[in-house]
């Protein structure tokens, strides 16, 4: 089979990871008599700076062209980089949100689960991590706070700045369905995660959530406050099953699990729409305080690859190939920078982006 790749690399490491993705997509391709031929995508910095824009037309047209994308990350240091001079439409982050809404990719997956090797890499105490996790945030990525309406005006002599948070019930609906669909074929175990003790959009969000779950009665499922969320995943991380959120909450916890795998450099994502097309993406930034020293870790790009393979492209043989050899990797003691443990421990060793890459594609049946 011949697939159609579009491939944002992006800013910071996005270039160094997607270059590993590529070479174990190529690997594991030899193996199963899979093509892929990629076409390189502006998005970001680097699109602003070789077009003036952070997400041209020509990019979206490429993007809907192919089979699925697979992305880096994008973004500089907000603080220090010149794009954030910019106005807010015109930044790196703003290409993102707007590909997000092209594509209508409203499901972002994001699964976080702990490697047994990587015990000791999840800051964790033993007891409370047990036999380990294995939880999948559904984020919806298309609505809520990023894409409600927002202004910065001057209010009785004073600057004043407003951003909106607004859902509808098809939005919430949708996303509500993609991940009681989610939990039907795993542990059947949902949490809808809101604020509706304060937001209004959480009360409907928690309606229309209770509606859905109607339609799922093989789905046991809970409503429970973000805030209590945020502290029950480092309370007791094997409760969860599939998280179900909205954007902003998605986005914040879904790091907050990420550091219980160990890293953010282990938590890919697939961000899908109602058809078999995703973007495929570390749920990680671009990572300027450690971009161009080849340190990065490769392995979420790699599992959003094998991702792609799964629910994009029906190659689910490639995709248990690229996990198993991920673990195999793992196992055999190998670790970038990020999954390092704090003492020194025998039979692991640190390696490069690059190695971490050619160890798994080594690994690969
Ligand atoms: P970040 O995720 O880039 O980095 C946070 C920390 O995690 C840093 O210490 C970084 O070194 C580390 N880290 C991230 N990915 C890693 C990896 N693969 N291996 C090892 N360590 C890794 O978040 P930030 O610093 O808040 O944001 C930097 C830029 O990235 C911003 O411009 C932000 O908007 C952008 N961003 C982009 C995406 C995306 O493209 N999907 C996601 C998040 C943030
Ligand atoms: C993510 C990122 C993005 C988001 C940013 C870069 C717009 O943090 O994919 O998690 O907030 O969705
Ligand atoms: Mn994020």
Redesign the pocket.
């Known amino acids: 089979m011949d697939y159609k790749i579009g491939v944002i690399s992006?800013?910071?490491?996005?270039p160094e990871?997607v270059a590993e993705a590529k070479k174990v997509l190529d690997a594991v391709g030899k193996i199963y008599g899979i093509s892929f031929n990629y076409t390189e995508i502006l998005m970001?910095?680097i699109s602003i700076d070789k077009t003036g824009k952070p997400l041209t037309e020509e990019a979206i047209a490429d993007a809907k062209a192919s089979d699925a994308v697979l992305?880096?990350?994008?973004?500089?240091?907000?603080a220090t980089?010149p794009?954030?001079q910019l106005p807010p439409s015109l930044?790196?982050?703003a290409g993102?949100l707007a590909l997000r809404k092209a594509l209508k990719l409203f499901a972002n997956l994001r699964p976080a689960l702990l490697y047994p090797q990587l015990k000791e890499a999840c800051p964790l105490r033993d007891e409370i991590v047990g036999d380990g996790f294995d939880m999948i945030i559904v984020r919806e990525l298309t609505g809520g706070l990023y894409f409600g309406a927002r202004k910065t005006e001057e209010i009785d002599g004073r600057i004043t700045a407003t951003d909106t948070l607004t859902y509808n019930e098809d939005e919430i609906r949708r996303i509500a369905r993609k991940a009681f669909d989610v939990a039907s074929r795993r542990r059947k175990k949902l949490t809808s995660v809101d604020k509706a003790n304060v937001l209004d959009s959480s009360r409907l969000w928690r309606k229309i959530v209770e509606e859905v779950a109607g339609d799922y009665p093989q789905v046991a499922y809970e409503h429970m406050l973000v805030d209590n969320a945020a502290m029950q995943l480092v309370k007791d991380p094997g409760q969860f099953d599939v998280i179900l959120t909205e954007n902003m909450f998605g986005?914040i916890l879904s790091?907050e699990a990420s550091m219980l795998t160990g890293?953010?450099?282990?938590l890919a994502?697939a961000s899908l729409n109602e058809t078999k097309f995703g973007l495929y993406?570390?749920?990680?930034?671009?990572?300027?305080?450690?971009?161009g020293q080849g340190?990065?870790?490769?392995?979420?790009?790699i599992l959003s690859a094998a991702m792609m393979l799964r629910f994009s492209l029906d190659q689910d043989r490639a995709a248990d190939a690229i996990g198993a050899a991920v673990a195999g990797t793992l196992e055999e003691g190998y670790r970038?920078?990020?999954?390092m443990p704090q003492r020194e421990t025998r039979g692991i060793r640190q390696v490069s982006?690059c190695e971490m890459g050619d160890l798994i594609c080594q690994r690969l049946v």
Do not use: F, K, Q, V
Not at 71 to 78: D, E, Q
Not at 281 to 291: F, L, N, Q, V
Not at 295 to 301: G, K, R, V
């Open positions: 992006g800013d910071g490491i996005g990871i970001g910095g992305m880096g990350s994008i973004g500089g240091n907000t980089s794009w954030y930044r790196p982050e993102l986005d790091d890293s953010i450099g282990m994502s993406e570390p749920s990680g930034g671009s990572a300027p305080d450690i971009a340190i990065a870790n490769p392995i979420a790009t970038t920078a990020d999954i982006t």
